[in-house]
């Protein structure tokens, strides 16, 4: 009599875990303590609540001075080539400044002009910016979403804004603040970890 073997009684097999997300935050801040760092690490902290992450922060204030005299990349120190290598590889970027003379600050950009132009491409990117007040919460759609379309980004659908009524000194305070940074994350979670798991067609990135 020949006995067949439920599956039941195999061993099951453990889940095949997901590699961590790399996420990689950028400040546009010149100052520290920053408002807009707080911004981007609280950022960081709610993607962190919702999924497996290894983290990042990138400060321009830290590396502003080897990054403001550079003409080309072969000019940057070591510490700015490993932040334009950890921003190019990164599975989620975060990426946020406070809003200078109605934009980004130019040290952020200046940072960005020396990213590859098709390294970001199918990447998402949370933005984010602080000001003084609320008038100044469409740099994030005037400014900020343009710049990473130029790279063919995906930039993710919520934005966060935080004006100076949200901080208490140089940490996030304001209850909406947090509620808005768990619904951009929540949002765009399922974007991420899908664009973690595509291969970006060599057709898109350099027609």
């Known amino acids: 009599m020949t006995t067949i073997a439920s599956d039941l009684d195999s061993p099951i097999a453990p889940p095949t875990l997901r590699a961590p997300l790399k996420v990689v ?76 003379r109605a934009s980004f600050t130019g040290l952020f950009k200046h940072l960005f002009d020396f990213v590859d132009q098709y390294a970001l491409v199918g990447q998402p990117v949370l933005l984010g910016a602080t000001g003084g007040g609320e008038r100044h919460a469409l740099i994030i759609e005037h400014q900020l979403r343009p710049l990473f379309g130029f790279f063919q980004a995906i930039t993710l659908p919520l934005g966060v804004y935080a004006s100076t009524a949200d901080f208490d000194g140089y940490e996030l305070r304001s209850p909406s603040a947090e509620q808005r940074i768990a619904q951009a994350v929540g949002r765009g979670l399922p974007l991420i970890e899908q664009a973690a798991q595509l291969q970006t067609s060599e057709y898109v990135s350099t027609w």
Do not use: C, F, M, W
Request: hydrophobic share 45%; charged share 25%.
């Open 25 to 100: 935050g950028v400040s546009g801040s010149l100052h520290a303590p920053s408002k807009t760092t707080a911004l981007v690490s609280a950022i960081i902290d709610e993607v962190g609540r919702q999924a497996r992450i290894e983290s990042r922060l990138i400060e321009i204030a830290e590396i502003g001075p080897s990054l403001a005299g550079a003409l080309r990349r072969d000019e940057l120190g070591p510490d700015v080539l490993d932040a334009l290598r950890a921003i190019e590889n990164a599975d989620l970027l975060v990426v946020a400044s406070p809003v200078y």
